[in-house]
């Protein structure tokens, strides 16, 4: 069993910078790869960027150039730096671990809000 905790978030101006955390539990963080996804009031959860174990991206097309995935093996934690944040990216972001042919695992989510 593996327990993900998410921090970071909070509430930030537009054009401003948020940088969410996921912390993983055990040794095996990095045998998975992880995703952030968010979802905002009356939408459904999307993806927003994920990495692979051996550190390849991709991100959603609205979020490309402006957010960065990262994860720090050694610390059992993925990243996701957000910068030039508008009131669009205002959700509740939840990190994700899966694994081919394994369970995956769930953070319990972190709010973002994007307003002046």
């Known amino acids: 069993q593996v327990q993900l905790v998410e921090s970071g978030g909070g509430l930030v101006q537009p054009g401003g910078s948020l940088r969410l955390s996921c912390a993983a539990s055990g040794s095996a963080f990095r045998l998975y790869a992880m995703d952030w996804h968010r979802q905002a009031p009356g939408k459904q959860r999307e993806l927003v960027a994920r990495?692979?174990?051996?550190?390849?991206?991709d991100y959603a097309g609205s979020v490309k150039g402006r957010f960065t995935i990262s994860r720090d093996n050694a610390k059992s934690t993925g990243y996701l730096q957000m910068n030039s944040l508008k009131s669009e990216d205002t959700a509740a972001y939840y990190c994700?671990?899966?694994?081919?042919?394994?369970?995956?695992?769930w953070g319990q989510g972190t709010q973002v809000t994007v307003s002046s």
């Open positions: 990495i692979s174990s051996d550190g390849r991206t």
């Open positions: 994700r671990i899966y694994r081919v042919n394994y369970v995956s695992y």
